[in-house]
């Protein structure tokens, strides 16, 4: 599977941008799509992600600012992002998973990110 993020830039605080990854493969709308971000000197950690049947979950420092979605008939996924912080400048990255009992197993493939950076 190849992943293609987009969409990323510089903004200043408090503004927005929406986040595309769009995905290869004929199985897109039965795997979830989990987005990630990564700033310098930091771990990679997700900060949103959609099952297959639409729950959506989020992390804490997003929560109420982001919002994930996906679009099955384009194999996209969408990462819009409000009220944005500086402490939100990372490269974003999206990844897929399978879905398994309730459980999600991330594949170990990502796209090449994209930068988003917010000044004060």
């Known amino acids: 599977v190849q992943l293609v993020e987009s969409g990323g830039g510089l903004v200043q605080a408090g503004g927005s941008l929406r986040l595309s990854c769009t995905a290869s493969?004929?199985?897109?709308?039965?795997?979830?799509i989990g987005w990630y971000r990564q700033a310098p000197g930091k771990q990679r950690e997700r900060v949103a992600a959609?099952?297959?049947?639409?729950?959506?979950r989020y992390a804490d420092s997003v929560k109420g600012r982001f919002t994930i979605s996906r679009d099955n008939a384009k194999n996209t996924a969408y990462l819009q992002t409000d009220s944005l912080k500086p402490e939100d400048t990372a490269v974003y990255y999206c990844?897929?998973?399978?879905?398994?009992?309730?459980?999600?197993?991330?594949?170990?493939?990502w796209g090449q990110g994209t930068q988003v950076t917010v000044s004060s």
């Open positions: 990844r897929l998973g399978a879905e398994s009992s309730g459980t999600i197993i991330w594949y170990d493939s």
């Open positions: 493969g004929s199985s897109f709308r039965l795997n979830a």
């Open positions: 959609i099952t297959s049947s639409g729950t959506t």
